[in-house]
């Protein structure tokens, strides 16, 4: 019995020393930090000529960006930074954004209320409508609906809000997203390559109304 314990006592210092998992982890990856809303209407203060001092732009060729999802704004800014999506005047201003810049931004924008559009054509609007929440099974043309939601509210993180939008703007966007001019978007891509003129129009109106 007294040889045991000089022993056991050998055997312990003899051991090889076991890793200490926890100790030499990794640490895990910080959290973006919360965005700062007051930062983010200073940075907007260059934008609001085109977009309008809210984010509720009055000039129909500029998008009204007030209330919309941050998500979606954010992947904009980024795009037209890595010129994934072509426009020399926004290109220009991303070009001086970081990431925070854009987080601080996109969030400050969709704390403000955007502002109601209006339709104009009677006869537009039905067939906007009509693409809109049905779409043309026989032309491939899927309901704009299905991932914009019926009241163009769109689904945060997936898919931008459209209510409300400027008729001019959603024209443009469709039709360069159809002539390839606009490649951001492999899924619009797809829906707006068989729409005409016609339903661009009337899908354009349509939404304006959306609320």
């Known amino acids: 019995m007294k040889l045991l314990a000089p022993l056991f006592l050998a055997a312990m210092l003899a051991a090889p020393a076991l ?3 926890a100790a030499d982890a990794a640490p895990a990856a910080a959290a973006p930090a919360a965005p700062d809303l007051v930062k983010g209407a200073a940075s907007f203060a260059t934008c609001a000529a085109c977009h309008g001092a809210n984010g509720n732009s009055i000039i ?3 998008p009204k960006l007030a209330q919309q999802h941050p998500e979606y704004l954010i992947k904009q800014l980024q ?13 220009g201003m991303a070009a001086t954004l970081s990431d925070d810049d854009m987080r601080n931004i996109a969030y400050w924008l969709a704390s403000n209320k955007e502002t109601q559009g209006f339709a104009t ?5 039905a067939t906007g409508e009509h693409i809109y929440r049905g779409g043309n099974s026989s032309r491939h043309i899927p309901a704009c609906a299905g991932c914009h939601s019926p009241n163009g509210a769109g ?9 409300g939008q400027q ?5 443009a966007q469709l039709t360069a997203f159809r002539d390839g001019t606009r490649k951001n978007s492999v899924p619009m891509a797809e829906v707006a390559a068989n729409l005409n003129d016609h339903e661009i129009k009337a899908l354009a109106d349509y939404i304006a109304g959306l609320r």
């Open 60 to 62: 129909g060729a500029n």
């Open 79 to 91: 795009d037209f930074k890595s010129g994934k999506r072509a426009n020399a005047i926004m290109s």
């Open 121 to 125: 054509d009677k006869a537009l609007v």
């Open 19 to 21: 890793p200490s998992f």
């Open 167 to 171: 008729e001019d703007y959603i024209a």
């Open 155 to 163: 689904i945060p993180s997936q898919y931008p809000r459209l209510s």
